[in-house]
Nanobody, 124 residues
Framework: QVQLVESGGGLVQAGGSLRLSCAAS????????MGWFRQAPGKEREFVAT????????YYADSVKGRFTISRDNAKKTVYLQMNSLAPEDSAVYYC?????????????????WGQGAQVTVSS
């Protein structure tokens, strides 16, 4: 069982930065692939980024590549999403998720555990 709690959301102006954190409980955090997703009002939840167990490989949605960076600290049981050059279209509730397999997936249904979400609002 893994419990996930996001933090670090808020209101930022376009062009600004935010860093989201996702703290996990449970002893086996380091054996989970971690992902970030987001959901804007009226839209489906979409993939943002994912990272392997060791943090050695990361994958991004095209819409955030070059602006967002996912990382993890297994000793702290925390995964991060550094978001730079934010734009209004990045406004959404951001969720972290844990997947118990090996190959990092991009589909929401693959993930086993989810956090409650953190609101990110980017003003123009």
């Amino acid at each position: 069982q893994v419990q996930l709690v996001e933090s670090g959301g808020g209101l930022v102006q376009a062009g600004g930065s935010l860093r989201l954190s996702c703290a996990a409980s449970g002893r086996t955090f380091s054996r989970y692939v971690m992902g970030w997703f987001r959901q804007a009002p009226g839209k489906e939840r979409e993939f943002v980024a994912t990272i392997t167990w060791s943090g050695g490989r990361t994958y991004y949605a095209d819409s955030v590549k070059g602006r967002f960076t996912i990382s993890r600290d297994n000793a702290k049981k925390t995964v991060y999403l550094q978001m730079n050059s934010l734009a209004p279209e990045d406004s959404a509730v951001y969720y972290c998720a844990a997947y118990g397999g090996v190959v990092p997936p991009r589909e929401t249904y693959e993930y086993d555990y989810w956090g409650q979400g953190a609101q990110v609002t980017v003003s123009s």
